[in-house]
C-alpha cells in the first residue's frame, strides 16, 4: 500500500512550490501518493488561480494511515487569522516524528508558532522571519541556504523550490545518489546549460 504525503492547501498558495516534488511522488513507480488537507471542504485558489478541492480536511486527520510527510507551501494566506488553525495539524506531525516540509512564507509560520526554535531551518531571509513572525525566537538556529533538511524538518526560501524537492525526494528514499543529483542538474541548470 502506497504512503500518503498530505500537502497543506489554503487560499493563495503557492502552486509552483510543491509541484516539482509532487509530480515525482506521485509516479506510479514509487511508494507514495500525494492527498491535500485544508482547514475546510471549500476549494482553494491558488497564486496562479488553479481550484484544488482538498481531500481532507483537518478535523479528519486522525483517520489518515500511514502518512509519510506533511508539506506546507507558502503563499498569500499565512497571515489570515482562519489559517492558524493548522498550527494543531503541524503539532500533531511533530508529535508523531513525521517529517514536515515548509517553503516561504509557511516558514514564516512555523517560526511565529514556535516550530523552527531548536531546528535548524531557513527561509526567506534572516530578517523576514524576524519580521513577519514576531513570535519567532530560533535566529540561532537559521541557516543562510536555499533549503536546510535537520532531522524531521525540511525548509527552503521561496526561490529553492527545486532544492526544497532535493531534500524532500533524498528524505523519502524517492531517488538516492547520482539518480538525486542528475534530477537536481536537470531541474536546476537544464539540458542545455545557460551560456555565461
Known amino acids: 500500500m502506497k504512503r500518503t504525503v498530505l500537502i497543506v492547501l489554503t487560499d493563495g498558495f503557492a502552486d509552483w512550490e510543491a509541484s516539482y516534488v509532487s509530480a515525482e511522488l506521485n509516479r506510479s513507480t514509487t511508494d507514495y501518493q500525494v492527498k491535500t488537507i485544508a482547514i475546510d471542504h471549500e476549494p482553494k485558489v491558488s497564486m496562479g488561480g488553479l481550484r484544488v478541492l482538498p481531500d481532507y480536511v483537518l478535523d479528519e486527520m486522525a483517520n489518515i494511515s500511514n502518512v509519510a510527510m506533511l508539506i506546507i507551501p507558502g503563499g498569500t494566506g499565512w497571515r489570515d487569522e482562519k489559517n492558524l488553525r493548522i498550527s494543531t495539524l503541524v503539532q500533531y506531525f511533530v508529535q ?13 509560520f512555523l517560526g511565529n508558532h514556535g516550530f523552527l526554535d531548536n531546528n535548524q531551518h531557513t527561509g526567506n531571509t534572516l530578517e523576514y522571519l524576524k519580521q513577519s513572525a514576531p513570535n519567532y525566537k530560533g535566529d540561532h538556529h537559521y541557516v543562510s541556504a536555499q533549503s536546510v533538511s535537520a532531522g524531521s524538518l525540511i525548509t527552503a526560501n521561496g526561490s529553492g523550490a527545486v532544492e526544497f524537492t532535493r531534500d524532500i525526494l ?15 542538474h536537470v531541474f536546476k541548470k537544464g539540458y542545455i546549460p545557460a551560456l555565461a
Open 170 to 184: 533524498e528524505k523519502l528514499g524517492v531517488l538516492k545518489e547520482e539518480q538525486l543529483e542528475e534530477w537536481y
Open 96 to 108: 508523531q516524528d513525521i517529517p514536515i516540509a515548509a517553503i516561504c512564507d509557511a516558514t514564516a
